[in-house]
């Protein structure tokens, strides 16, 4: 019963490393998204897919890209990474746009130097 | 573009207690709205949804009703218990748009014995 997966869970970088954080359900939804959770600032939406081999951008993309593939996965990347993103990322899915219930992974925390 | 705007917290609050969390949004067409709930460490889950002007959704005790005359969602449970205790995200969805969703910035909710 896995539902949405993120790895890796706690990553560490250097500024200016790359990193990729993948995002896996397996519940067949055709719309994934990608949000970045901040203290006192809820969830904000990086970029989201509205099926296979579509992207879109959110409210704050700068510095990210995605690629979706494959329908099952969403790759969240960083080319330079940054000390302003340091942050919680949560990948999140949903099948049914008519009633919009968000699945979410269990997040990826990661921190930048 | 849509928003949301809820209570600000720390809520801190005795067991049995009645717990009220305001929630207002605005928004162009006529979403869907949620209430998710964080545990410590954990993604953000469905606590409950409503998908229409009068609707009422309810769980676990919680629940909350869509007054689309006041713009509102607020978060009601009778008696709450040591184990509420989390982080409650008001949320809507706009079904023309992707299903992209926008949060309130949360209100953590401690519950003590």
């Known amino acids: 019963n896995a539902g949405v997966t993120q790895t890796p869970k706690f990553r560490v970088l250097k500024t200016g490393q790359s990193m990729t954080l993948l995002c896996a359900q397996d519940?067949?939804?055709?719309?994934m998204y990608w949000y970045r959770q901040d203290p006192g600032m809820g969830l904000r939406l990086i970029h989201y897919?509205?099926?296979?081999?579509?992207?879109a951008k959110g409210e704050v993309p700068d510095g990210y890209n995605v690629s979706r593939l494959k329908k099952q996965n969403f790759l969240l990347g960083l080319e330079s990474a940054a000390p302003s993103q340091t942050s919680v990322y949560f990948c999140?899915?949903?099948?049914?746009?008519?009633?919009?219930?968000?699945?979410f992974g269990e997040g990826s925390r990661l921190t930048v130097l | 573009g849509d928003s949301v705007t809820q209570m600000e917290g720390p809520v801190t609050l005795s067991e049995e207690a009645f717990l009220t969390i305001n929630c207002t949004y605005t928004?162009?067409?006529?979403?869907?709205l949620f209430w998710y709930v964080q545990y410590p460490g954990e993604g953000l889950q469905l606590l409950l949804k409503?998908?229409?002007?009068?609707d009422k959704g309810s769980n676990k005790g919680f629940e909350a009703t869509y007054r689309k005359e006041t713009t509102s969602f607020h978060l009601e449970k009778g008696s709450v218990q040591v184990s509420d205790s989390a982080v409650y995200f008001c949320?809507?969805?706009?079904?023309?748009?992707?299903?992209?969703?926008?949060f309130g910035d949360g209100t953590t909710l401690t519950v003590k014995p």
């Open positions: 999140a899915s949903s099948g049914n746009l008519n009633t919009g219930e968000l699945f």
């Open positions: 409503a998908t229409k002007a009068d």
């Open positions: 928004a162009t067409g006529y979403p869907s």
């Open positions: 519940m067949n939804h055709e719309y």
């Open positions: 949320a809507l969805t706009d079904n023309t748009n992707a299903g992209k969703s926008t």
């Open positions: 897919s509205v099926g296979e081999g579509t992207t």
